[in-house]
């Protein structure tokens, strides 16, 4: 809540005040006088403005009258604005997941030296290509890659040829794939 909105809150909260204090002491002594006519006046100034600051009110030529809350008008300006913002940081937050066992995660694993004596196998982001994973690969000097995917039934990864893992250049995708 701004400042322009505890602004009206008040107007219209003071205004009503002052209307009720007359209405009280006029219903109970009967008179009005000049003190009555003070409140009076300021509680219909205090609300009058502080609802022209929130309503806007036309009447075209023909007898049209058009009434609009400016402040909710405002407010869904911002709602959606801010919806907005969120399918964005949503739609982000998908990308750089790692996505559902059902439609299947990737995985890149990394072979060390030549003879395989390490192995680093990791579920990535759907965003994920074939070239981050060799990037990944050179980054930890890893000797080749094989791709893969998680399934919630099991595992798929990428065929090699005569039970070798292909080379960076025959790297291929798992016939079951889930992205890659």
């Known amino acids: 809540m701004n400042m322009v909105d505890i602004t009206i809150i008040a107007g219209i909260a003071i205004g009503s005040l002052m209307l009720l204090t007359v209405s009280a002491a006029y219903f109970r002594h009967g008179t009005f006088g000049l003190g009555g006519v003070f409140l009076t006046v300021f509680g219909v100034v205090l609300i009058g403005i502080a609802l022209w600051r929130s309503i806007s009110v036309q009447i075209d030529s023909a007898g049209t009258l058009e009434a609009k809350f400016i402040t909710l008008e405002r407010e869904t300006v911002q709602i959606r604005s801010r919806n907005e913002e969120i399918i964005k940081?949503?739609?982000?937050?998908?990308?750089?997941?790692?996505?559902?066992?059902?439609?299947?995660?990737?995985?890149?694993?990394?072979?060390?030296?030549?003879?395989?004596?390490?192995?680093?196998?990791?579920?990535?982001?759907?965003?994920?290509?074939?070239e981050m994973c060799l990037q990944y690969k050179e980054q930890i000097l890893g000797n080749r890659i094989q791709l893969g995917c998680a399934f919630e039934d099991g595992m798929s990864f990428a065929g090699?040829?005569?039970?070798?893992?292909?080379?960076?250049?025959?790297?291929?995708?798992?016939?079951?794939?889930c992205g890659w």
Request: glycine share 4%; net charge negative.
């Open 89 to 130: 940081t949503t739609s982000k937050l998908v990308e750089n997941s790692p996505g559902s066992l059902t439609q299947g995660q990737k995985i890149c694993s990394v072979y060390g030296t030549i003879e395989d004596n390490w192995r680093d196998s990791f579920i990535v982001p759907t965003n994920w290509t074939v």
């Open 160 to 177: 090699s040829r005569n039970n070798a893992f292909l080379t960076n250049d025959e790297t291929t995708v798992p016939a079951r794939n």
